[in-house]
């Protein structure tokens, strides 16, 4: 089994400081933010800076987030929806390779992942009332707000790696 969540990261993750002892609302909460939050991070910037240790630009992670909050509405829709629980791991490079992540325009990728917070949190709040439970085949048994709170720290974590990257183009610009 793969590590995931407080084991793979930490708690507080070391990197994002995320903590994991969070409600699903609470989650929920941070995931209904995040438009707004990259919006602002965005605000004023191409969205194509560059950070040395980081393979995406800021808009790139505004697209991984957007996917990965697809991805995983999908499968708790799924599962409410059909039944089917099982889920297969997915690979976020691939994805990002697949679509050029790094060539959309920004204010393009600002505007999927509002729509795709609206679906995300209609499929969570639905998935968290019917009490479903995926079975992930590699990470085992996801309830649904452990979906939650993961896919919560991706956001967060994701805006942190915006902020590193924009704090950086700021000094290379001095
Ligand atoms: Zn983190």
């Known amino acids: 089994?793969?590590?995931?969540?407080?084991?793979?990261?930490?708690?507080?993750?070391?990197?994002?400081?995320?903590?994991?002892?969070?409600?699903?609302?609470e989650a929920i909460r941070i995931v209904e933010e995040l438009p707004t939050r990259f919006r602002v991070l965005l605000s004023g910037r191409t969205g194509f800076e560059r950070h040395p240790d980081l393979a995406w630009t800021p808009a790139a992670y505004v697209s991984h987030v957007t996917d990965n909050l697809?991805?995983?509405?999908?499968?708790?829709?799924?599962?409410?929806?059909?039944?089917?629980?099982?889920?297969?791991?997915?690979?976020?490079?691939?994805?990002?390779?697949?679509?050029?992540?790094?060539?959309?325009?920004?204010?393009?990728?600002?505007?999927?992942?509002?729509?795709?917070?609206?679906?995300?949190?209609?499929?969570?709040?639905?998935?968290?009332?019917?009490d479903i439970v995926l079975q992930h085949a590699s990470r085992g048994t996801q309830r649904a707000e452990d979906v939650a709170r993961n896919n919560a720290h991706d956001g967060h974590h994701h805006a942190w790696d915006v902020e590193r990257i924009l704090q950086y183009a700021s000094r290379s610009d001095a």
């Open 1 to 25: 089994m793969d590590k995931w969540g407080a084991n793979l990261y930490g708690d507080p993750c070391a990197g994002c400081g995320f903590g994991w002892s969070l409600t699903p609302q």
């Open 70 to 130: 697809r991805n995983w509405a999908e499968r708790l829709a799924g599962a409410r929806l059909s039944g089917m629980v099982e889920v297969p791991g997915y690979d976020p490079d691939l994805v990002a390779q697949g679509r050029r992540y790094n060539e959309i325009a920004p204010v393009a990728a600002l505007w999927s992942l509002e729509h795709a917070v609206d679906a995300w949190m209609a499929a969570v709040t639905a998935a968290l009332e019917n």
